[in-house]
T-cell receptor, first 109, second 114 residues
Framework: GQQLNQSPQSMFIQEGEDVSMNCTSS?????WLWYKQDPGEGPVLLIA?????ELTSNGRLTAQFGITRKDSFLNISASIPSDVGIYFC?????????FGTGTRLQVTL | DVKVTQSSRYLVKRTGEKVFLECVQD?????MFWYRQDPGLGLRLIYF???????EKGDIPEGYSVSREKKERFSLILESASTNQTSMYLC?????????????FGDGTRLSIL
């Protein structure tokens, strides 16, 4: 099946630092989504991207849909402890979504 | 807010048992999904449904079946549970076509098969 290569697998950062993670695919997609999963909960949608080149912000989060339609990145500025969790890139077609393997983020004080 | 409710947070069953995982959503969504989540593998789609009594296989349907008798409820069935089905199971729902509408997830059921 389709695969999304997400990196890094995990990150340990200090509070206040900026974070960057990305996702690449061998296939072209029309949609890129970024979800966050807090410990013990289900994933929650953070940002949705529907057009190549689109740059979208949600508070301290910024995500971009790559112009080749094969990649996306997510940036978090000035990280805080509640940013801890697993971040998933998600993409796919009209019939099915594919999840990346996730980036586990740990924030230290 | 959309609410997706999974019947159990934790479940322990024995090998060979028939196991039912229940999921209910309260927003009249057409689409419902079952995933399993394993470390290092992300979320993998087991089955999904676009309408009542309709089901489609996902990427890893082997050993599972589903039932959607009512629009709000989507059940995942392990016909004869095996230890390799120990995992976190996540249910999701969405309105309309998958690519245009985000999926809303429940909090998951952590299933252990002994």
């Amino acid at each position: 099946g389709q695969q999304l290569n997400q990196s890094p697998q995990s990150m340990f950062i200090q509070e206040g630092e900026d974070v960057s993670m990305n996702c690449t695919s061998s296939s072209i997609f029309n949609t890129w989504l970024w979800y966050k999963q807090d410990p013990g909960e289900g994933p929650v949608l953070l940002i949705a991207l529907y057009k190549a080149g689109e740059l979208t912000s949600n508070g301290r989060l910024t995500a971009q849909f790559g112009i080749t339609r094969k990649d996306s990145f997510l940036n978090i500025s000035a990280s805080i402890p509640s940013d801890v969790g697993i971040y998933f890139c998600v993409s796919g077609t009209a019939s099915k979504l594919t999840f990346g393997t996730g980036t586990r983020l740990q924030v230290t004080l | 807010d959309v609410k997706v409710t999974q019947s159990s947070r934790y479940l322990v069953k024995r090998t060979g048992e028939k196991v039912f995982l229940e999921c209910v959503q309260d927003m009249d969504h057409e689409n419902m999904f079952w995933y399993r989540q394993d470390p290092g593998l992300g979320l993998r789609l087991i089955y999904f449904s676009y309408d009542v009594k309709m089901k489609e296989k996902g990427d890893i349907p082997e050993g599972y079946s589903v039932s959607r008798e009512k629009k709000e409820r989507f059940s995942l069935i392990l016909e004869s549970a095996s230890t390799n089905q120990t995992s976190m199971y996540l249910c999701a729902s969405s309105l309309g076509t998958v690519s245009n509408q985000p999926q809303h997830f429940g909090d998951g059921t952590r299933l252990s098969i002994l």
